[in-house]
């Protein structure tokens, strides 16, 4: 698990220093809340899909390239943190899982006054998660593995309060999640994947 976070925080460091190069940055952190819904499925013979409802909390690290630059149309965001994420199936049994998820947003927009910028634009996501069931089941919980790759479209605003010294940026998103995985329970281990629809809401402090 170790390794496959740190590649996924490198990949989404390295789009971003590649994106900043010759901008100025500005750097703070964000919280993220959110749901969704969508259809998840065993790989397993006879499976169907069932329900899913999603959850979801994040915090970390985010980095932006221009986030109040009347002259530059583009400006690109990265973020990376923990995501806390609980799947819930029709029967109320919830998969509660913990992870990282590192966000990429290619924003478009302008100043509509000196201090206010609105953007709108794209994401991609990449995540990782580990977690297990809210229940046991014959005494023995269910553990679960999930990676998780999404696209989106975000829009929002950034908020100079003090003189480009302090931004605050506040986002809202729609994205497709799709996730592959494996569940775990005593001896037996079985594929999963499956999607969820979700919308989430994004509030930073960048300086």
Same mark, same amino acid.
């Given at each position: 698990?170790?390794?496959?976070?740190?590649?996924? @925080?490198? /990949?989404?460091?390295?789009?971003?220093?590649?994106?900043?190069?010759?901008?100025?940055?500005?750097?703070g %952190?964000?919280?993220?809340?959110?749901?969704?819904? %969508?259809?998840? #499925?065993?790989?397993?013979?006879?499976?169907?899909?069932?329900?899913?409802?999603?959850?979801?909390?994040?915090?970390?690290?985010?980095? #932006?390239?221009?986030?109040?630059?009347?002259?530059?149309?583009? +400006?690109?965001?990265?973020?990376?943190?923990?995501?806390?994420?609980?799947? #819930?199936?029709?029967?109320?049994?919830?998969?509660?899982?913990?992870?990282?998820?590192?966000?990429?947003?290619?924003?478009?927009? =302008?100043? @509509?006054?000196?201090? !206010?910028? /609105?953007?709108? =634009?794209?994401?991609? /996501?990449?995540?990782?998660?580990n977690?297990?069931?809210?229940?046991?089941?014959?005494? #023995?919980?269910?553990? !679960?593995? /999930?990676?998780t790759?999404?696209? %989106?479209?975000?829009?929002?605003?950034?908020?100079?309060? +003090?003189? =480009?010294?302090? !931004?605050?940026?506040?986002?809202?998103?729609?994205?497709?999640?799709?996730?592959?995985g494996?569940?775990?329970?005593?001896?037996?281990?079985?594929?999963?994947?499956?999607?969820?629809?979700?919308?989430?809401?994004?509030? =930073?402090?960048?300086?």
């Open positions: 698990m170790n390794r496959t976070i740190f590649t996924i @925080v490198m /990949l989404g460091m390295l789009v971003g220093s590649y994106s900043s190069n010759a901008m100025a940055l500005s750097l %952190g964000y919280l993220e809340l959110g749901t969704g819904s %969508g259809d998840f #499925e065993y790989d397993e013979p006879y499976s169907e899909e069932f329900n899913i409802d999603s959850s979801f909390a994040g915090l970390g690290f985010m980095l #932006e390239t221009s986030p109040i630059t009347p002259s530059k149309v583009f +400006s690109y965001r990265l973020q990376v943190g923990f995501d806390s994420r609980d799947l #819930e199936d029709d029967q109320g049994v919830a998969l509660e899982t913990v992870g990282v998820l590192v966000s990429n947003s290619f924003a478009f927009g =302008g100043n @509509v006054a000196g201090n !206010i910028r /609105l953007w709108a =634009g794209p994401q991609v /996501l990449l995540g990782y998660y977690g297990e069931s809210d229940v046991a089941f014959d005494g #023995e919980k269910i553990d !679960i593995t /999930l990676a790759f999404g696209l %989106g479209l975000a829009g929002g605003v950034n908020i100079n309060v +003090s003189n =480009g010294k302090v !931004i605050i940026p506040v986002t809202l998103a729609f994205r497709r999640m799709g996730y592959a494996e569940t775990e329970w005593y001896v037996e281990n079985t594929d999963i994947s499956g999607y969820t629809n979700d919308i989430s809401l994004t509030v =930073g402090v960048m300086f």
